[in-house]
Every structure is written in C-alpha cells, then in structure tokens.
C-alpha cells in the first residue's frame, strides 16, 4: 500500500505541467528567499491565495516547493550581501560573507545549495523513521521547558556571535527581549509600554526589525566616499565544493539532527535550527577562532541545520497538527484551506497524505539544489554592481519588505528607527543576532514563564525537578558561569588537576 | 576543516586584522577567548549608561502595570519585563565595571568626547547622515503622501546622485536613469508578478 502511495505521489510530480508548475515555485520560493524582507512565511502565505483553485496535491506539492525554496534562497543574500534574506540564515552571513569579500561568494553559494539540499532530504528521512519519537519528544516540552528554551537560545547566540565578549552578545539578546514585550501581552491583553500608539498595541513585527537591524549597516556603508563593490568572484572547481561536502559529512549528519529536532519542536523553527548547528560545529572545530573570519564549514553547518529544520517542522504539522515554525504554520492553514486534516486521525482519514508530502518535498529538494546552483552563478555577478549604486536600490526594496507584512506605513518607520539602532550597534560592536533572536523569542519567554509560575502557585521547583527543563538550566549556566572571574578561580583547581591527569 | 581550508582562512584573518591579534590568540584558564576590551572601552561605558537608564525605566514602568492589574505579581504583565530588565541592568553593570576598569571616569568621558568631536569632523559621517537624512525624509515625509514609484525615484535619485556626484552632468543623468530602471523593476516585479501591494 505504501509503495502504491508513493507511486502516485510521484506520478503526479512527473505530470509535465505539475513538474513545471513545482519548478516554477522553487525558483519563486528562492527569489523570494533571495530578496530581503521577504521570508519564507510570507512566501507560502502569498502563495497559499493563488494555489486556491488547485486540487489539494498539487496545491501542497507547489507549497512545499516554494517553502523548501525560499529558505535555502536565503542563503545567497547571506553570502553576497550580508543581509539574510530570512531569519534563518543569519547564521550563514557569520561565515559566508567573509568569504564573499575574499572572492569566494560561488563556493560559499555552491556549498551552501548543497548543504541545503543535504539538510532537506536527512530531514525527509527522519520524518519518515523518527516521526513518532521526535513527537513524543517534543510533546514533553511544557511551559517550562519553553521559557528555559529561549533563555537558552539568547545564551547560546550571544556567545556566538559577540567575538570573544558574550556579555554583550547577552546584553544585545536582552535589548531584543525587551523590545518583544510591546504590545499586547498574550496572558490577559494587557497592553505595554505602546505609550498611547495604536500601532504598537499589536506589537512590533519581527520583517521591519530584521530587515532594519541586518540592511541598515550595510546600506549606510555604502555611503562612504570611494567604496567600490568589495565582492570580486574567482572560479571554482565543483569537485573542490564536493570535497568539502564529502569532508564534512559528520557535521551534516549532526546538523541535520539538530535542525530536525528544532524544527519539531513547536515556535523554536529554522532559525534556530541554523543557529544551533553552527555552534555545535563551531565548538567541535580544531579552530574555533576562525569561525566567523570565513570557516566553510560553519556554512555547511547552519545551512544543513536551517533546511533539516523544514522536515522537522513538518514533523508536529502532521502528526499533531501543531506547527513547528511559522512558515510550517501557515502551511497547516493551506492543508486545511485544502481539505486535508493534519493531526492524530491523519494516518486513517488520508494515509496517502504522509507519502505525497514526502515525495514533493524529496523533488523539490532536488530542483532547488539544481536552480539554486545556476541561479547563484547570477546572483553573484549582481553584487559586481557597484555597491553605493546597488544598496540604495536594495533599501527601496526593504521598504517594500517591511510594509507587506501588516500594510502600513508605521512598519517602514519600524525598519527606520530599527534601522538607526542596527547601525549604532555596529558601530558600538553589539551583534545584531541576539537582538533579533530576542525579539523572536520574548513573547514565548514570556508566556510560557507566567503560565509555568501560574500552574504552579508560583512555585519555581518545577524547572529544578523536570529533567529536561534542569537539562537546560545546567547547559545555561555551564555558558554563563565561565564568564565570571570568579568561577573561574574556582575551578582552577578542578581544571589543573585534570591537565595534570592528562598530562601524567 | 582540511588544511589546506585552514591555513587559507588563517591567511585572511592576518590580513583582516592585527598580526598580534592571530599569530597569538590569549586565553583565559577555561579556554576563552581573552578581548583587549580597553579599545571599545569608552563605547562600552556609554553604552552601559544608556542601557542602565533604559533598564531601569522599564522597571519603574512595569511595576506600575503590576500595581494597575491588581494581581500577583508572577501573574501580571509586568513581571517578565521586571525580570528581562534586571538581568539586563546586571549586565551593564558588568559591562560598566570592566569598562572603568581600563581607565578612568574622567578619562573616559573626556575619550567619549574626544570620540564625538571626530565623528562630527568625519567626511563618512557626513556622508552616512546626509544619506540617511534622505531616506529618513522618503520614510516619513514622502511614503503614503505621494505615488511609490514617483517618492522611491525622487529619494533614489536623490541618493545616487549623492553617492556618485562628481560635478558631471552625464554622471547626473546616469543616475537618474538607474533610478528609474531600478524603481520600475521593483515596481513591476513585487506590484505585477508577486501580486504585493505597494505602500
């Protein structure tokens, strides 16, 4: 029955008129991932209106593709421009954009196409094997475990990116978190710190902030007298972009791992998948300190984990029909809007639906591999425009960006103002990464903090005697304590008797 | 990463930064990287005030919310930003010791200003504000009060010209043209093909 599934699956991929109508949204999903400002929400949520007339497989084949698309996409702006295109690839700017200004924007591209093709298709896997398990455990994840999760997220991304100085990686993480909590809160509506403007109530979008804090500083920069277009492109040999896949293929398998497990875990998402993955590779490393100057492998490792995150955020979307990201969660809205039921009662109601979802997500995979590939050979001799001519264009393009999530006007003031904070922290040397991450994650810090306190009479035990949740306070303070002068002193002596050990 | 990839990375980052900085990384007894944090110190001081103000505000505002719902302060809207701003007051506190570390007060404010009479000397200054000034005005002044097409190619002349102007009319009508290929692409690729409205 199973194999009959996937046949049909596929024949309706090979329809000719299927295959171009995928093709078509992959190369859509890339631009759009390619472009910043839109992500790949906005992609699948555009295309979901248009798909309305569609029958429900080839509706979902076209979402999957332009989804799966437009979060590889990102990757190429990452690189060349250092503007992700998405949230999810902010970790590949780390490494990618060095790389672009030494002449290495193709590799860079070429690896990233195929780490994203890697990460997506290890991501089908595990949602054919490890459904159920990663459901499960994603099902333990309580209110606890949530709120520790995007404490754990700041830590993590604030060590990362502050080169050398994590303080202010945190303090950056921080800033974002209290930017999250304008607007209406999500526990009793109450609204704060919107000093009387409407258009704050709602909150502020996550589009204008991203855009704002990652584009300003490079547009800004190109103001400067006498820069010409710091992006020159040297030939590349495949084989070199293979050897260093093939080099790798440990840091894809844990990438993948990782980004799938984020991804199923409901509001973590790709960003955090790609975040992950490149501290984990970055902590492995033989030389971390050349994480961030332009490792390749660091690119390997957030392209492989924010793609695998795809898969994983599929994984809850049909088993639970809860999404694990918020381009997966208006994909839930199209499943539905098509008359497919997403949850426990899947498997009975629609068996064939698991396997369609397979198979379209295992060809789109391959054709963003291939169009992203060629796609990138275009891409990179768009950055030989000069820069002062080219970034002024790109902020008429942001401005863009910011206005079509809400339509309106206050969101390009957002980017602006957001804009302003972008360039003083690049100025002062604060990341821009954390902030983000803490506007990303503040509302659900915040909800799920109060709800855990609440259900408990205002008892903290509960993060103390929950394993996963005491996993994470551990994991927190093993990357705060090290910080502190202090600590350190303390455990001189533990660490000199273990070198000592090792040196005996 | 191979070796070949390793000593090509490590030869960028003696280029990008300062020899001593990379031939001798400084780590402390765990591991970490050592920062020479004095260079950043007097923007690490700003910053630090800055934010402690803002910290402290927030608190201030967030107690009053609590106090306004009446209810346990666990339970109330306040209580999570009372909590993110106190970490964030503990960490400039932080930022602001290691900063006066490296110096003195006097010397720091004197650096802060020392620092700011530069700025306002600098032609990249000059360059960024003026440029900024024009988006800021299409942002707020000329977006919603005017056609898209007709404010983003005014604004985008404006900045082109600006970033090229070398005193030629030829370089003027080059931008000019830009301009207008640059705003009718976007135009027709997000308004026509992607169906997005524009502001």
Request: with cysteine; charged share 15%; net charge positive.
């Amino acid at each position: 029955m199973v194999w009959e599934y996937i046949s049909q699956a596929f024949a309706v991929v090979f329809t000719p008129l299927n295959f171009i109508a995928l093709a078509a949204s992959v190369l859509l999903g890339l631009v759009f991932g390619m472009l910043p400002g839109l992500t790949a929400t906005m992609a699948v949520a555009l295309l979901t209106g248009l798909t309305y007339s569609l029958s429900g497989p080839i509706a979902v084949m076209v979402l999957l593709g332009i989804y799966i698309g437009a979060i590889s996409g990102g990757s190429q702006s990452a690189i060349l421009l250092n503007i992700p295109g998405t949230p999810a690839s902010a970790a590949t700017a780390v490494d990618g954009f060095p790389l672009a200004r030494e002449g290495k924007g193709g590799l860079a591209i070429f690896v990233a196409n195929a780490s994203s093709f890697l990460g997506t298709f290890l991501s089908i896997v595990y949602l054919i094997l490890f459904t159920p398990l990663l459901t499960s455990a994603a099902l333990k994840f309580n209110s606890h475990e949530m709120f520790l999760l995007s404490v754990f997220g700041i830590v993590i991304c604030g060590n990362l990116t502050s080169g050398g100085r994590p303080i202010k990686g945190w303090i950056a993480g921080f800033a974002g978190l209290l930017v999250s909590q304008i607007g209406r809160e999500t526990v009793g509506s109450f609204p704060r710190f919107t000093f009387g403007v409407m258009n704050l109530t709602g909150g502020i979008s996550l589009l204008p902030v991203m855009i704002g804090l990652f584009g300003f500083p490079e547009i800004v920069q190109s103001f400067s007298a006498g820069l010409r277009a710091l992006i020159t492109t040297q030939k590349f040999s495949a084989k070199e972009g293979f050897t260093i896949m093939k080099r790798n293929w440990f840091n894809v398998l844990r990438s993948s791992i990782l980004g799938a497990t984020m991804g199923s875990i409901p509001g973590v998402g790709e960003d955090t998948g790609g975040w992950l993955s490149y501290w984990a590779q970055k902590r492995s490393a033989k030389n971390p300190e050349l994480y961030g100057r332009g490792a390749i492998d660091g690119i390997v490792s957030a392209e492989t984990g924010n793609n695998a995150a795809v898969g994983g955020a599929v994984i809850p979307v049909l088993s639970l029909a809860i999404p694990g990201s918020a381009p997966a969660a208006v994909l839930l809205a199209a499943f539905w809007m098509h008359g497919y039921r997403p949850g426990p009662l899947l498997m009975t109601e629609t068996p064939e639906f698991l396997y369609y979802v397979v198979v379209f997500m295992l060809v789109s995979s391959i054709l963003m591999w291939l169009l992203a590939s060629n796609m990138s050979k275009l891409t990179v001799r768009v950055l030989r425009v000069d820069q002062r001519v080219l970034m002024p264009a790109i902020f008429i393009a942001c401005v863009i960006g910011a206005f079509v999530v809400n339509n309106r006007i206050f969101d390009v003031k957002l980017m602006f103002f957001f804009g302003l904070i972008g360039v003083a922290m690049s100025y002062m040397k604060y990341p821009s990464a954390p902030f983000l991450l803490g506007v990303i994650l503040g509302n659900m810090a915040d909800e799920n903090l109060r709800r855990a306190l609440i259900l408990h009479d205002g008892s903290i035990m509960p993060f103390f005697t929950r394993p996963i949740s005491l996993f994470f306070i551990v994991f927190i303070l093993a990357l705060v304590l090290p910080q502190f002068a202090s600590f350190r002193k303390l455990m001189a002596p533990v660490k000199n008797l273990f070198s000592r050990k090792k040196k005996g | 990463m191979s070796e070949e990839n390793t000593k090509a990375v490590e030869k960028r980052a003696q280029e990008e930064v300062p020899e001593a900085a990379v031939t001798e990384i400084e780590r402390d007894a765990y591991g970490f990287e050592v920062v020479d944090n004095t260079k950043t110190a007097h923007q690490d001081f700003l910053t630090a005030v800055i934010l402690m103000v803002v910290s402290i505000t927030v608190i201030i505002v967030s107690l009053g919310y609590w106090k306004k719902q009446n209810v346990t302060f666990y339970a109330s809207a306040g209580f999570v930003p009372v909590l993110f701003s106190s970490g964030l007051l503990i960490m400039c506190i932080r930022l602001l010791r290691e900063s006066l570390q490296s110096d003195s007060t006097k010397n720091m404010l004197a650096r802060i200003k020392k620092g700011a009479i530069a700025s306002v000397k600098s032609n990249i200054v000059h360059r960024s504000i003026i440029g900024l000034a024009i988006f800021g005005v299409y942002v707020f002044f000329m977006l919603g009060k005017m056609p898209f097409w007709l404010a983003s190619f005014l604004a985008l002349s404006a900045v082109l010209i600006f970033v090229r102007f070398d005193k030629t009319l030829k370089t003027v009508l080059k931008m000019l043209l830009i301009a207008a290929l640059c705003v009718a692409g976007i135009v027709l690729l997000f308004q026509y093909a992607f169906n997005v409205p524009m502001p």
